[in-house]
């Protein structure tokens, strides 16, 4: 499988994942237009996309569905709380192409997907992982934290697109009202640089070659600091580094990834 980061961050996330004649997102959070647009850099027109995995509700997760499935009849799947907590603008209509996921493994094309909870404060909180020919990619954002039962499942992927916000200080100074300080700290905000790079310390294993580093937030944390923070936690814990990390961008697409 092939994976592309095409925009990450709180402005919008939206990730392509493909194999041979197969193509899926995870989540659609630029507009339907920058959507299509994004996608024609990667030589994909929108027709050529199977379906788009929405892990929740907030709109830099969501804001192109409605128009990407209402107009451009692509299926979405999400789970049945998030869809009803979606905003009026963000919820698609068209039924037949709205397909209600829960968590555990799925058989969707090509694909064995695995949606499972995390920890966030919206209705429901999916992350997932794709597995095709023995090859894993694991996909977490918009966490808390990640409870100690998902380990062993996500453990030793090839891939991981994993969720460095914050760094903690820079949100204690960021003037942000208390009340949204505390809701980014908390178990159900977001993970923090060390956080993640704690977790995926415990995860990563001989298969894995990719760490992509993702929805940092643009005011509370820098793409040398995230690394950095991610590197020094990895020696400390002595992480053989065998794989690359990569930040990912708002405004960019990455490199195209093959498993
Ligand atoms: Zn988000
Ligand atoms: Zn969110």
């Known amino acids: 499988m092939r994976f592309t980061v095409l925009a990450s961050g709180s402005k919008g996330n939206t ?3 493909q194999t041979q004649g197969s193509k899926y ?3 659609a959070g630029l507009s339907a237009k920058k959507t299509i647009e994004v996608l024609l850099e990667q030589k994909t ?3 050529e996309i199977s379906g788009i995995f929405i892990t929740h509700e907030h709109g830099d997760h969501v804001s192109g569905i409605r128009v ?3 107009r451009y009849g692509v299926p979405i799947y999400i789970h049945e709380k998030t869809y009803a907590a979606l905003k009026r603008n963000h919820r698609p209509t068209k039924m037949e192409r709205v397909f209600f996921i829960e968590s555990g493994r799925h058989q969707v094309g090509p694909f064995e997907v695995e949606a499972f909870p995390l920890s966030h404060d919206v209705a429901y909180m999916l992350g997932y992982s794709f597995h095709l020919a023995e090859k894993k990619l694991v996909y977490v954002t918009d966490s808390g934290y990640v ?5 062993e499942k996500l453990s030793n992927a090839d891939a991981y697109i994993f969720e460095t916000n914050h760094d903690p200080e820079m949100v204690r100074m960021s003037g942000y009202p208390f009340s949204v300080q505390q809701r980014i700290l908390s178990d159900r905000g977001h ?3 060390e956080d993640s790079a704690m977790t995926l310390a415990k995860l990563i294993g001989p298969k894995t070659q990719h760490v992509i580093l993702a929805h940092l937030s643009a005011e509370n944390n820098t793409p040398e600091l995230a690394k950095l923070t991610v590197e020094q936690v990895f020696q400390r814990m002595e992480v053989a580094e065998t794989f690359q990390i990569t930040i990912a961008k708002q405004t960019k697409s990455l490199p195209t990834y093959q498993l």
Do not use: V
């Open 68 to 70: 990407l499935c209402d």
């Open 25 to 27: 997102l995870i989540d």
């Open 45 to 47: 027109t929108i027709d």
């Open 15 to 17: 990730t392509l994942i």
């Open 191 to 193: 993970l923090s640089n």
């Open 147 to 151: 409870n100690q039962q998902l380990h």
